[in-house]
């Protein structure tokens, strides 16, 4: 459902490319800055627009930057290059402050677009003598986050070409209702009503609880750089409070509480390298379960995992739900008590592969290897699913 802000949004990139104006958008992650430029690009009709999307990193270079967009233009002169005749090309360029400084402090493919707008031509790097280039019938928008956590700052001299909009992040009162408007549309779809549905709405509250507070206590240092948490692992846990099919959680709603710690468990404890930082997402979450959703999560979790229910570790090994092993493919819950098939299932599958491998995997299922591999099938499973290993060498990357 969009949003006032986004329709905003939406209506300046119009405007800008109808007059051509550069424009940058600057904003922290997951504020839209790119879906909102890709939603007018893909709108943009074929037929009179050439599209063209780098996406900056730390490794990019000028060559890199110079090929991907000379392979979307043609030579329509002697040393002039553009789209084909009757359209305007589009240049967009994502995470433009990403660019390593290099010894000077600059950033050369930063400067090179810069070159590029204040010249509109530029030097072939690919041909003796480098002729000079002119580069006609091009737009330019970019988006980048804040500096820091890798990105730098970008000098005056390119950004005073463009159209500066920032978008600030949202305060948890829209937080609560964008995702809420999204477990609502779940609900219409499904059918879901009573108190798991009362429950998952609690849910969607207690995740942007839990997420402020982690971008909050749980701050990135040089030894944690990768505790980054932004929107994206909000929607990360509201899709999975979806993957539960309604007949379960009728017929058990505290499945649904189960279900919000595994998703919170997946999505922030998973990246927490020490059992005091899980301890801490621990206690937070049994607060937010108190205040918001109105349940002990202690005495939700004991009937199924009993001592260990009021143990930190209840976040990362206790609680599972997988659809591996499962005869008909349901996501559903594993209780302590009924992991032995999922092993089993398992160790089939291991077997089956080490038939006709050529290098067969002398691997041992081992509690931890089982939880590692459902972790992992469940970000596979997932849209745009990926993720990112860290640990020493030998625990089995």
Known sequence: MPTTESLKITRTLELCLAHH???????????????????VLRAAPRETNTIIQIAFSAKSTTRQTSEILLAKLQKTGRRVVGPA??????????DLNMPALEKYGAQPPVELLRQLIDHRAWYDQSELGRPRKEILSTDYLAAMGPPG????????RLTRHFNVVSLTSFSHEVLVRIFSSLMEDH??????????????RAAVAGSVDILLFAQK???????????????????RVVQGLQMVAKEQLVADPK?????WVHEVARVFSDRLTSGE???????????VSRQTLREDLIATLRPGYGPMAGDPGVMTSGVLFTDIGAGSGRFDEVLPSEREPLKQHLRKVLEDYNTFAKKPLAIVLFDSAVLHLTRICRVLKRPRGHAFLIGLGGTGR
Do not use: C, M, W
């Open 277 to 287: 930082d899980q301890g801490t997402l621990f206690d937070k979450l049994r607060t």
């Open 255 to 259: 499945k649904a509480i189960r279900l």
């Open 149 to 156: 956590g890798g990105r730098n700052r970008v000098t005056p």
């Open 217 to 235: 206590t749980l701050r990135p240092t040089p030894s944690k750089s990768h505790y980054l948490f932004n929107l994206r692992d909000l929607g």
């Open 21 to 39: 104006l550069p424009l940058l958008l600057v904003g922290p992650t997951g504020t839209g800055k790119s879906v909102s430029v890709q939603q």
């Open 85 to 94: 005749p009757g359209k305007r090309a589009t240049l967009f360029v994502d």
């Open 187 to 200: 609900f219409a779809n499904t059918g879901l009503s009573g108190p798991a549905s009362a429950a998952l």
